[in-house]
């Protein structure tokens, strides 16, 4: 009886008119969430409202299981209720944990497919300072690491521009600089500045981060999104990065000998022009190559080679038309043979004038001729 007298304070519901705890709201979210189950209409109506009412007054945290849950469950609030979601995403960013930031760029990422156009820029500016402040102390799991990466290729992320400086053009009210003066007779105008290169920190970060990791505790999987996040992008890791990651190959790929996901991974060093540094790992990969039922034609599964996988996002950001590598063509790839020297040429397409050899065409007219004289 005491028990039951102790819990009823903290399961009375709130008198009317109000207004819901915010944790409450956040605890909704939460087992929604957890369940992966979508509220119904009634329920889902409620708690828009509800949320949109207390997101101004959660905790940091609260505010990242509230952005985990919607990603999770790939439905976007209404209008007004997102708006002030994200309000509440940039006044509380700086203070998340580095679990509550991974989960809320993770979000973004996942509400893409629910009609999310892009994160509002305040809101994602405050997110990726977050984001760089995490990375650079450590404090990401692997697997949130690895998120992070992949929701900046999903929405996509844009990097970051060169800012204007002051008074140019984009400045409301800026006047425009007086024209320069022509240079004077027989001075050679002054070249224009060369641009200054933009600087990623908050990429910069992240690769620091994960060539932190890769070597001793990324999984074979976390390793493989990798590798496919920078084949995605196109884009190569820095040689710290890139050893980092043959290192990890090295230890996961005994394990993965003859899988598809090593073959996989064996594409996504292809795309990136690059080869393992160790032959034993280059080895296995070929291997896995060569037994995979995909791996004689196309390396990696892709639209064209499994239409199931296609259904998820990621294998709908793959090529249409994957590169074909047979396994003699592999081989030679994985264990860096030189290609063929070409044969050389006829001294006839250096040389119109030269005469033919003997025994070549047209020999036989000359040595006929010769007869006759």
Request: hydrophobic content about 40%; overall charge negative; some cysteine.
């Amino acid at each position: 009886m005491l028990f039951r007298e102790n819990r009823l304070p903290e399961l009375a519901a709130p008198p009317p008119g109000a207004m819901v705890l915010p944790e409450a709201v956040a605890r909704r979210f939460w087992a929604y969430g957890t369940l992966g189950k979508t509220p119904d209409e009634d329920k889902w109506t409620k708690l828009d409202k509800d949320v949109r009412e207390v997101a101004l007054n959660m905790s940091p945290d609260d505010i990242g299981t509230c952005m985990w849950a919607l990603g999770t469950i790939r439905k976007m609030p209404t209008n007004g209720t997102w708006t002030v979601l994200e309000i509440a995403v940039e006044d509380t960013a700086s203070e998340m944990s580095a679990k509550s930031v991974a989960v809320s760029v993770w979000a973004y990422a996942r509400l893409v497919e629910a009609g999310l156009q892009k994160p509002d820029a305040d809101a994602w500016r405050e997110l990726e300072s977050a984001v760089e402040k995490h990375a650079l102390a450590g404090a990401f799991a692997n697997e949130d690491l690895v998120n992070i990466l992949h929701a900046f290729v999903t929405l996509p992320r844009e990097p970051p521009k060169a800012q204007a400086a002051e008074g140019e053009e984009g400045e409301e009210g800026a006047e425009e600089p007086p024209p320069a003066d022509p240079p004077a007779e027989g001075e050679e105008g002054a070249e224009p500045p060369e641009p200054e290169p933009v600087v990623d920190d908050v990429w910069n970060a992240l690769e620091a981060a994960v060539a932190r990791v890769a070597p001793d505790s990324l999984t074979a999987t976390e390793l493989a999104t990798t590798l496919w996040i920078y084949s995605t992008m196109r884009k190569q890791p820095d040689e710290t990065t890139w050893e980092a990651l043959d290192a990890g190959m090295e230890r996961v790929a005994p394990a993965l000998k003859g899988t598809q996901q090593l073959a996989q991974m064996a594409w996504f060093y292809h795309s990136l022009d690059r080869r393992p540094s160790r032959d034993k790992t280059r080895w296995l990969m070929h291997n896995a190559v060569l037994l995979q039922p995909t791996g004689l034609q196309r390396v990696g599964v892709t639209r064209e080679s499994n239409k199931e996988r296609a259904a998820s996002r990621m294998q709908k950001r793959e090529a249409s038309a994957p590169a074909s590598i047979d396994a003699q063509g592999w081989l030679k790839w994985a264990m860096n043979e030189p290609e063929p020297v070409p044969p050389a040429k006829h001294a006839l397409t250096f040389d119109p004038d030269a005469k033919p050899d003997e025994g070549e065409e047209g020999a036989d007219e000359s040595s006929g001729d010769a007869a006759a004289e």
